[in-house]
C-alpha cells in the first residue's frame, strides 16, 4: 500500500525523496584555527601577554577571527595549573577531511594582561594538545623596512628562536574584547599594525619575506561545537506531516481545520 499523507492523498515519490533525512551528525560550524600555507612570509597576530594571579607566568596568544571557540594548549595548563570549570564535547575534523571525530574536552577560565598591566579580559578556552608553531617575525627587521611601524613597539618578540610557540588562541567570541579599534597602515601590501589590550599586534603580508623552510604548511584543526540536536530529528517529522512540504496542501478551510 502506497505512504499516504494526513489526509490520504498519496505521498509522491519526489516527495519522499525530499523528505530523506540523513542519520545524526554533530552539528560542524567549522571554527577554523591558525592556517598557514605556502612561502610566503605572514605575520600573524600575535601577542605576549600574563595570566593574572599566576607569578612569572607569560604566555604566546594568537588572535584568530577564523576560528569560533578559544583554545589552550595543555602544556600551558599544566604549566600554569589551571583546573577545569567544565566538559563539553566538541566534534574535531581535520582540514579539509568531512570526518568528524567527537571528544570531550575540558574548559579552563584565565585572565590575560598585558606585560605591562592594564585591563585584564577573562576568557574560557577548550583544552588541547597542540595550536601552532610559526615562523618568528623580527620586529627590528619590520621596523626598518616599513616606515609607518617605525615608532610601533609591538608586544611579541622572539628573541633568539626561529619558531615561537602558541599557548592561547583567541577566537572570535573573546577576540573583540581584546581589540581597541586602533590601527597603522601603510601601503596595499604592507603589514598593519593593530592595538590591542596585550599591546601592539603585526598582521599581514612581509614585502620580501619567504619562510625558510619552503616546504611549510601547517595546517592544525577545524573545531565545532558538538550538539546532539534532537530537534533536527523534530523538524524532520514535522517535514513529514507538514502538506506544504508535499507540495499538497488545500486552501480550503475543511482542509486548513
Known amino acids: 500500500m502506497p505512504n499516504q499523507s494526513p489526509l490520504g492523498e498519496p505521498i ?21 584555527g ?19 594571579g599566576k607569578l612569572g607566568s607569560k604566555v604566546r596568544v594568537l588572535f584568530d577571527t577564523g576560528s569560533h ?28 577531511k568531512t570526518e568528524v571525530d567527537v571528544e570531550v574536552k575540558d574548559v579552563v577560565e584565565l585572565s590575560l ?22 615562523e618568528c617575525v623580527n620586529m627590528s627587521d ?18 633568539s628562536q626561529r619558531e615561537l610557540q602558541v599557548d592561547v588562541l583567541i577566537g572570535a567570541n573573546f577576540l573583540w574584547q581584546f581589540q581597541e579599534g586602533e590601527s597603522i597602515r601603510g601601503g596595499p601590501e604592507e603589514p598593519v599594525a593593530v592595538k590591542t589590550t596585550l599591546g601592539w599586534t603585526l598582521s599581514g603580508p612581509l614585502r ?3 619562510l625558510t623552510n619552503v616546504s611549510t604548511s601547517n595546517v592544525n584543526f577545524v573545531l565545532s561545537q558538538a550538539k546532539h540536536d534532537k530537534h533536527r530529528l523534530e523538524e524532520s517529522v514535522h517535514r513529514l506531516w507538514d502538506l506544504d512540504s508535499l507540495g499538497i496542501r488545500e486552501k480550503d478551510e475543511v482542509h486548513e481545520n
Open 113 to 134: 594582561t598585558s606585560l605591562s598591566g592594564g585591563k585584564s579580559v577573562r576568557i574560557q578556552c577548550y583544552t588541547i594538545d597542540d595550536i601552532a608553531n610559526i
Open 142 to 159: 619590520v621596523k626598518q623596512t616599513y616606515q609607518h611601524l617605525k615608532t610601533v613597539y609591538f608586544s611579541d618578540f622572539c628573541g
Open 208 to 210: 620580501g619575506g619567504k
Open 69 to 96: 571557540k578559544s583554545f589552550i594548549t595543555n602544556k600551558a595548563v599544566n604549566s600554569l595549573g589551571l583546573r577545569p570549570v567544565k566538559q563539553e564535547t566538541l566534534g574535531i575534523k581535520v582540514f579539509g
Open 34 to 52: 591558525n592556517v598557514q600555507c605556502g612561502t610566503e612570509k605572514v605575520a600573524l597576530q600575535t601577542a605576549l601577554a600574563r595570566v593574572d
Open 12 to 32: 509522491t515519490k519526489e516527495a519522499q525523496t525530499s523528505l530523506s533525512t540523513p542519520p545524526l551528525k554533530p552539528q560542524a560550524n567549522s571554527c577554523v
